[in-house]
């Protein structure tokens, strides 16, 4: 069976009449058939719409993630560049213990007892008007930190002054750390203990002039038995 109209060609004559109303609006009112292209067109506008509402979604989806990635580089990258400390303190007030110190710099006493020098943390510091004894009011705290705490850097190559001023090792001169008359190779990640004599010197130092230096750290701190005050 053939389309009169077109000429295509159909099995079924149900088919048929299905092409003929579809196609050419052969068996139905000119209204019907005006009212019908109306629907359609109104379904294609439709249709339209929402193909624009859904390529508006997708692009501000797409804005939106494109944010949420750049803020999250953003953190990532600040976090990463953040120089990690390894020594935080614990509780303030979960311990009190004191520790005589000398940073000899050259032959030079640097002194601690200077107003800028004077309470700088509470976790740490001296006080008083006094430069000779550490005050540590906190657990886990180490030497590293509190030189940070005074605008200091300190490690096993370098000391860096507040001022800015490093020495670092060379051919002959070298950093070197004491504690209770000992060498001690951790440095800056030295926990304070109780009641530690510490010396920090820097320079062309042989042993006797270490020894020498080592006399200079007073006996001032206070005698601690317990690791809370």
């Given at each position: 069976?053939?389309?009169?109209s ?22 139905v ?8 292209k ?74 601690f007892?200077?107003p ?29 930190f509190?030189l ?15 001022s ?56 001032k ?9």
């Amino acid at each position: 069976m053939n389309c009169d109209s077109c000429g295509k060609e159909f099995e079924k004559q149900e088919s048929l009449n299905q092409h003929m109303l579809d196609k050419h609006g052969i068996g139905v009112t000119k209204h019907e058939l005006k009212e019908r292209k109306k629907s359609e067109r109104a379904e294609a506008y439709a249709s339209e719409l929402q193909k624009k509402e859904k390529r508006k979604r997708i692009k501000k989806t797409g804005i939106i993630i494109a944010i949420v990635i750049a803020v999250i580089g953003i953190v990532y990258a600040a976090v990463s560049f953040v120089p990690k400390n390894t020594d935080v303190p614990g509780p303030l007030g979960s311990t009190h213990i004191h520790q005589d110190f000398k940073v000899i710099v050259e032959g030079r006493q640097l002194d601690f007892s200077l107003p800028r020098y004077q309470v700088k943390s509470q976790y740490v510091h001296v006080e008083g008007g006094d430069g000779d004894v550490i005050h540590v009011h906190a657990t886990g705290v180490t030497i590293g930190f509190f030189l940070r705490s005074l605008g200091f850097k300190f490690n096993s190559t370098c000391l860096v002054l507040d001022s800015g001023t490093q020495y670092c090792n060379t051919n002959d001169k070298t950093l070197k750390f004491y504690v209770n008359e000992n060498p001690n190779s951790e440095f800056e990640k030295y926990l304070l203990g109780i009641n530690d004599k510490i010396l920090i010197s820097y320079g062309n130092e042989d042993q006797e002039e270490i020894e020498r230096q080592l006399t200079f750290i007073t006996n001032k701190a206070p005698i601690t038995t317990t690791h809370r005050g």
